[in-house]
């Protein structure tokens, strides 16, 4: 996926990684970039597009894809954080997390996938979470809805990849931004996370693994899960 002349489209572009993809993007020399937000007036990059974008509406989405028909890379940025565990969580605040994470996702995927197809095949990256991997106490619906995408990512990877689409799913622990401004522990700037993802999207990458976190995470996952948690300091 060559970034330099392509049309890109960012998902949640007016702060924190959206942000920082938008921005980067253009000093990569993608042609356009249409940055877009639930709230268009919340974006102050210069030299973007601004469109509005509601990953949980549909009818949001399919216009924006009629907007935007000349895009060949998109960036499915937006998130939230709700805070909500499962078993004890608001079902409302469960199903908002799934309904940005992982059916906000898939419907960008399913509405630019024929725009990607008309201009070439192009790309989409999908920013996840380490969280993907393992859950803790306060985050659970989160990590099911970004544990939801991560597997979404590889299913539209290969449906996509006859015409051409290079996808890409994005790994990270924790970014310096605003949804993370009560974590208390290492956070990578938000730049570098875009930094990295962006390397690995020109380079072809299938996932990239920004950080120490996410890789050691991953490789958590052939033992036992008891000795992770164990290590979270959680009393197994």
């Not at 907007?67 to 709700?82: E, H, P, W």
């Not at 924790?174 to 956070?187: I, P, V």
């Amino acid at each position: 996926m060559d970034i330099t002349g392509s049309v890109a489209l960012v998902t949640g572009a007016n702060r924190g990684l959206g942000r920082q993809f938008a921005q980067q993007l253009l000093e990569r020399g993608a042609s356009k970039v249409y940055a877009t937000s639930r709230r268009p007036e919340a974006v102050d990059l210069p030299g973007v597009e601004v469109l509005q974008l509601d990953v949980t509406d549909a009818e949001s989405i399919a216009a924006a894809a009629a907007a935007a028909g000349d895009v060949t890379l998109v960036v499915n940025n937006a998130g939230i954080t709700t805070g909500a565990n499962l078993v004890t969580g608001d079902l409302a605040d469960i199903r908002r997390e799934m309904d940005t994470h992982f059916y906000g996702t898939l419907g960008v995927v399913r509405a630019f996938a024929p725009v990607l197809a008309r201009n070439g095949g192009g790309g989409i990256v999908n920013v996840l979470s380490a969280l993907s991997w393992f859950s803790t106490n306060g985050a659970g619906a989160y990590a099911a809805g970004k544990a939801a995408a991560w597997n979404l990512t590889n299913g539209v990877r290969l449906e996509l990849i006859g015409q051409g689409t290079q996808v890409t799913g994005v790994v990270l622990g924790a970014a310096d931004t605003d949804m993370m401004a009560g974590y208390d522990g290492f956070k990578t700037d938000a730049a570098d996370v875009v930094r990295t993802a962006l390397d690995g999207v020109q380079a072809g990458d299938w996932e990239v693994l920004v950080d120490d976190w996410s890789r050691g995470v991953k490789a958590s996952l052939a033992g036992d899960p008891r000795d992770f948690y164990r290590q979270m300091g959680v009393s197994v």
